[in-house]
């Protein structure tokens, strides 16, 4: 019933400025904390950024400064704006968010499928 889906992933230029944008819908109660993960090829899946639902954030050491998290609860949706960016960013950028449905209202992590971020030099 509920599902998160992300978008706004792409190639650009070292540089160059990108935001993605994850969409929670289905049968929510409500949306606790949400973050992005992000996985490079041959790599291990890491925590880029996170927001709680007061807007509390916290980032990666590899990110600050660079990217920024946000969301709006009203159309139940997260963004990261990311700038500057790197062709060490290239990753597969997943969603993820504590959700509490209508029939169980304890959260739950929900992810997304992923949206693929390309940088090149």
């Known amino acids: 019933q509920v599902q998160v889906v992300e978008s706004g992933g792409g190639v650009v230029q070292a540089g160059g400025s990108l935001r993605l944008s994850c969409a929670a819908s289905?049968?929510?109660?409500?949306?606790?904390?949400m973050g992005w993960y992000r996985q490079a090829p041959g790599k291990q899946r890491e925590l880029v950024a996170s927001?709680?639902?007061?807007?509390?954030?916290n980032y990666a050491d590899s990110v600050k400064g660079r990217f920024t998290i946000s969301r709006d609860n009203a159309k139940n949706t997260m963004y990261l704006q990311m700038n500057s960016l790197k062709p060490e960013d290239t990753a597969v950028y997943y969603c993820?968010?504590?959700?509490?449905?209508?029939?169980?209202?304890?959260?739950?992590?929900?992810w997304g499928k992923g949206t693929l971020v390309t940088v090149s030099s």
């Open positions: 993820s968010a504590d959700i509490a449905t209508m029939t169980r209202r304890i959260g739950s992590l929900y």
């Open positions: 927001i709680t639902d007061y807007g509390s954030t």
């Open positions: 289905g049968s929510i109660f409500r949306i606790n904390a």
